[in-house]
């Protein structure tokens, strides 16, 4: 599935660079400048470390619709998706992922003190929607993400794993380049916007290839 | 059949328009906060009117008016939590809010469904 992922990568290059150059860094460098706001301007009673990670988990699931159509048009040897359509499924499934995000982080972290199980059951579900919102109706989208939930259930905590450990692990690479100089705020912000242009595509061929169930003899997906 | 689907994405694709607005009209020096407020309001709802008759066809009249109440409820909930500015207290503050949006919005859904439906007589003649 890696291999797999990586010669999607490669296919796509140029694709995946004019998408990053007009999605992913700008939506990295605005929820960086949202991030600082919320840190400078709001009190300490008003968590702002919690505005923070949300804006961090919004910034990965926003972009998962962008990424998974690549990769299942790639895998059903349809033809090639404009920039626009993908683009457009970005701005088209904005509102669902939100509407979905924001109760459950809410509910997430309130039950974070009964043994970080409803935190699990939640960041599952925000993680997993994004894949299955393409349907017509809102009532199949949670049925598949139900349906994925039941058969993965814990071996979703690995793929978090994954996904934390490949951030900190490239964040920590790339910051040992620029660790003795006189850093600003405005170098994090776009080294951060660089990062995510370059691991974010693997991680979503990857986590497409996991969860979509795609039949190549029949050319459709679950 | 009223979409609720579709419904979202307008809600969506209109709360995008308006972060990407607000972002730009803050690199003008404008003079006063008023204006920048009413041009922020004004490109918000018009896009509302105009998206949820495009997205919702059927029923495009409820789909807008939904919207504009949705649209207001959440600015209002993102001021109380975010910004901490206690809207609910003012009664005629939310009455006044709820009552321009909904008039802005209604405005565009009818000048843009009238649109709609020439092009489609157009198209069939």
């Known amino acids: 599935m890696i291999k797999e992922s990586f010669r999607i990568y490669n296919d796509h290059l140029i694709k995946i660079l004019i998408l990053s150059v007009m999605i992913v860094i700008p939506l990295t460098l605005f929820n960086y400048f949202a991030t600082y706001y919320f840190y400078t301007n709001l009190q300490e009673d008003q968590y702002p470390a919690m505005y923070a990670f949300f804006l961090i988990v919004v910034n990965f699931t926003l972009l998962i619709p962008v990424f998974k159509k690549l990769a299942v048009s790639d895998l059903l040897d349809e033809d090639d998706v404009s920039i626009w359509e993908l683009s457009y499924e970005f701005i088209r499934h904005f509102g669902l992922i939100m509407l979905v995000t924001i109760p459950l982080y809410i509910v997430g972290m309130l039950g974070s003190s009964l043994l970080f199980i409803p935190t699990f059951i939640c960041f599952s579900i925000i993680l997993l929607v994004p894949f299955f919102v393409n349907q017509d109706k809102i009532r199949d989208v949670f049925k598949k993400v139900g349906r994925v939930f039941r058969d993965e259930n814990i071996f979703l905590l690995l793929d978090f794993l994954v996904i934390v450990c490949l951030q900190v692990l490239v964040w920590s690479l790339f910051s040992l380049a620029f660790e003795s100089f006189e850093n600003n705020f405005y170098v994090y912000a776009v080294s951060r916007a660089i990062i995510n242009a370059l691991i974010y595509p693997v991680l979503i061929f990857y986590l497409t290839m996991r969860y979509v169930n795609i039949d190549s003899e029949s050319r459709r997906y679950l | ?125």
């Open chain 2, 1 to 125: 059949m009223f979409n609720l689907k579709k419904f979202i994405e307008a809600l969506g694709i209109s709360v995008i328009i308006t972060i990407i607005a607000g972002f730009i009209i803050g690199f003008f020096e404008f003079p006063t906060v008023e204006g920048v407020i009413y041009i922020n309001f004004i490109i918000t709802y018009v896009t509302v009117g105009i998206l949820m008759p495009l997205f919702n066809r059927k029923v495009p009249y409820t789909a807008a008016f939904l919207g504009a109440i949705s649209m207001t409820l959440i600015n209002i909930i993102f001021s109380i939590n975010v910004l901490q500015l206690p809207i609910f207290v003012y009664p005629e503050i939310v009455n006044e809010n709820l009552l321009a949006s909904t008039i802005a919005t209604m405005i565009t859904a009818v000048i843009v469904v009238s649109i709609l439906n020439r092009r489609e007589t157009e198209a069939y003649d």
